[in-house]
């Protein structure tokens, strides 16, 4: 079974500031994805980010960064210098069974997601 | 490249009536994924494609719901006949291989009443 956990069902901040959101996920395989998506309030699900179960190195990307940390099965996500246009709902999500040898695998089990406010 | 196109982007029908929802996954992408997505039950996978062929269909809630997909540009989503717990955003997306990740369309917001 795969379980992904959002503790942070909504977060407030002030423009500028920094925030953090949390993603804990559980898997017994050894080979892995992770993903974050945005969900802005217009509805539509934008991929952000995927990172490879084998692949510890932590990612930047403009404002945005990523920590993945196995040992502590996180993959939390983190936006410097908060805008408005930053509030959005954010999915974390887990893809196990991955095979190309076979048709299973790529299912996507998503965290129920945080939802984030930036204020002016 | 055009992204996944969903239609129609609302409907409102009352309940009993048939509901088909369309997809045209992005060209090249040999993987489908129909979701639904609610307040109580977040996002679901309800079934997904490979090279048009059903793959894993264990998430669909019911008999009433079905799906195809008669070619590798399109593929539907039925809900027969529609009950007022089905409304809910319905989204569908596609992705190259199992490595690469799903890019989605902007959902189908149904309303059934």
């Known amino acids: 079974a795969q379980k992904v956990t959002q503790a942070q069902t909504e977060i407030s901040v002030v423009e500028k500031e920094d925030v953090t959101l949390d993603c804990v996920y559980e898997?017994?395989?050894?080979?892995?994805?992770l993903f974050w998506y945005k969900q802005p309030p217009s509805g539509e699900l934008v991929f952000l980010i995927r990172r490879n179960s084998f692949d510890e190195q932590n990612e930047i990307s403009g404002r945005y960064s990523w920590n993945f940390q196995k040992s502590t099965s996180s993959f939390n996500f983190t936006i410097t210098a908060s805008q408005v246009v930053d509030s959005a709902v954010y999915f974390c999500?887990?893809?196990?069974?991955?095979?190309?040898?076979?048709?299973?695998?790529?299912?996507?089990?998503f965290g129920g997601g945080t939802r984030l406010m930036v204020k002016p | 490249d055009a992204g996944v196109i969903q239609s129609p982007r609302h409907e409102v029908t009352e309940m009993g009536q048939e509901v088909t929802l369309r997809c045209k996954p992005i060209?090249?992408?040999?993987?489908l994924f129909w979701y639904r997505q609610t307040m109580m039950r977040g996002l679901e996978l309800l079934i997904y494609?490979?090279?048009?062929?059903?793959?894993?269909d264990s998430g669909m809630p019911e008999d009433r719901f079905s799906a195809k997909m008669p070619n590798a540009s399109f593929s539907t989503l039925k809900i027969q006949p529609s009950e007022p717990r089905d409304s809910a955003v319905y989204f569908c997306?596609?992705?190259?291989?199992?490595?690469?990740?799903?890019?989605f369309g902007d959902g189908t917001r149904l309303s059934i009443l």
């Open positions: 898997t017994r395989d050894t080979t892995y994805y």
């Open positions: 494609f490979n090279n048009n062929v059903p793959i894993d």
């Open positions: 999500a887990l893809s196990e069974g991955l095979s190309l040898n076979n048709n299973a695998g790529n299912m996507l089990t």
């Open positions: 997306a596609s992705s190259l291989d199992v490595y690469q990740p799903q890019h």
């Open positions: 060209s090249g992408h040999d993987y």
